[in-house]
């Protein structure tokens, strides 16, 4: 399993940040990848590898005392919190954003917070929400839908 750092990330530029102030997540996260645990997931795991990335950090950064949960698992989380029906459990069904939070709300017990961007609009106040959570919090945080 691959770890990452914003340092490791940094150096993996090909030049100098120059006079631009970099800002990302505190601490290390697992790099969670399709196929990894034997799961041929190309396709349509993208959001449950953003998830197990995200809640690895939470591991190794904040010691949850929790395992990063397989795939399976986080569909077995969904349908037991209420949000999907059992159907969902084994499927090659995707999850966004929003099943994300929930997993992490779930095992973490941090709330989460799902801001709306309108098709790549980075406003100023958007980018300085994010810099202040990475400066606040410092978790990894998911873009999409």
């Known amino acids: ?5 914003l340092g490791t990330c940094l150096s993996a530029l090909d030049e100098e940040p120059g006079e631009y102030n970099i800002v ?3 601490g290390s996260c697992y790099y ?8 041929n997931d190309q396709g349509w795991g993208c959001g449950y590898r953003t998830l197990q990335t995200i809640l690895s950090w939470y591991k190794l950064t904040k010691s949850c005392p929790f ?3 397989t795939l399976l698992e986080v569909q077995n989380i969904l349908h037991e919190i209420g949000d999907k029906p059992r159907v969902f459990v084994d499927s ?7 099943e994300c939070g929930l997993v992490i709300q779930h ?7 799902i801001i709306r961007v309108e098709k790549g609009n980075f406003t100023e106040e958007i980018i300085k929400f ?6 606040a ?9």
Do not use: C, N, R
Request: net charge neutral; no cysteine; hydrophobic share 35%.
């Open 1 to 5: 399993m691959l770890t990452l750092s």
């Open 24 to 26: 990302g997540f505190k």
């Open 32 to 39: 969670y990848h399709y196929g990894a645990q034997g799961v």
């Open 67 to 69: 395992d990063v949960p």
């Open 92 to 98: 090659h069904d995707w999850i966004g954003t929003y």
């Open 107 to 113: 095992l973490t017990k941090h709330d989460f917070k």
């Open 130 to 135: 994010l810099i202040h959570h990475f400066q």
């Open 137 to 145: 919090e410092g978790s990894p945080v998911m873009l999409g839908k």
